[in-house]
T-cell receptor, first 111, second 113 residues
Framework: QQQVKQSPQSLIVQKGGISIINCAYE??????FPWYQQFPGKGPALLIA?????SEKKEGRFTISFNKSAKQFSLHIMDSQPGDSATYFC??????????FGTGTSLTVIP | NAGVMQNPRHLVRRRGQEARLRCSPM?????VYWYRQLPEEGLKFMVY????????ESGMPKERFSAEFPKEGPSILRIQQVVRGDSAAYFC???????????FGDGTRLSIL
């Protein structure tokens, strides 16, 4: 059973546009929601993370929106750049336990 | 400040051989996690270890797979009698405490001939 569902599987965005990736979860015990960025041949790198006591967190061009009642969270990449082309994974975890990852979104930003 | 170090980066084994994957966590990190990633798929949790203890091995296949994190030295993921289906990228992550940001290594790509 997939604990975290991620969509879309792939995304193509024009340079300067907004990239939006969505995730949904079922387990209300989850209290930590990170996003990871992965380039080919490399390990995932932590991009930004949020806890359920806030509805939004922004770091530079990256924003997480969190909807606790809907059990959904999303990553927004503003002013998308070709260098943002990578695979993005959302994840969810509860204290002291394993992380559950989404299946990934392959983002391509066209110049 | 070295990150999570995994070796080897690439490992080729024949069916029936043993594969040993090593992971040195970041300095100061005592929690280690192993994940498997198949092409076009996400990361699948395998096992969570602290020094000398297995905390959660619910994602580990019951046979042929084992993991350890000794008091001294790297964490080891061991796969005995490898089969073609074991071909994947294996990633290790570490954190200073549970539920803290996990920092990943660049993985070991295992290929079974």
């Amino acid at each position: 059973q997939q604990q975290v569902k991620q969509s879309p599987q792939s995304l193509i965005v024009q340079k300067g546009g907004i990239s939006i990736i969505n995730c949904a979860y079922e387990n209300t015990a989850f209290d930590y929601f990170p996003w990871y960025q992965q380039f080919p041949g490399k390990g995932p790198a932590l991009l930004i993370a949020i806890r359920p006591d806030v509805s939004e967190k922004k770091e530079g061009r990256f924003t997480i929106s969190f909807n606790k009642s809907a059990k959904q969270f999303s990553l927004h990449i503003m002013d998308s750049q070709p260098g943002d082309s990578a695979t993005y994974f959302c994840a969810a975890a509860n204290t002291g336990n394993q992380f559950y990852f989404g299946t990934g979104t392959s983002l391509t930003v066209i110049p | 400040n070295a990150g999570v170090m995994q070796n080897p980066r690439h490992l080729v084994r024949r069916r029936g051989q043993e594969a040993r994957l090593r992971c040195s966590p970041m300095k100061g990190h005592s929690h280690v996690y192993w994940y498997r990633q198949l092409p076009e798929e996400g990361l699948k949790f395998m096992v969570y270890l602290q020094k000398e203890n297995i905390i959660d091995e619910s994602g580990m296949p019951k046979e042929r797979f084992s993991a350890e994190f000794p008091k001294e030295g790297p964490s080891i993921l061991r796969i005995q009698q490898v089969v073609r289906g074991d071909s994947a990228a294996y990633f290790c992550a570490s954190s200073p405490m549970g539920n803290q940001p996990q920092h990943f290594g660049d993985g070991t790509r295992l290929s079974i001939l």
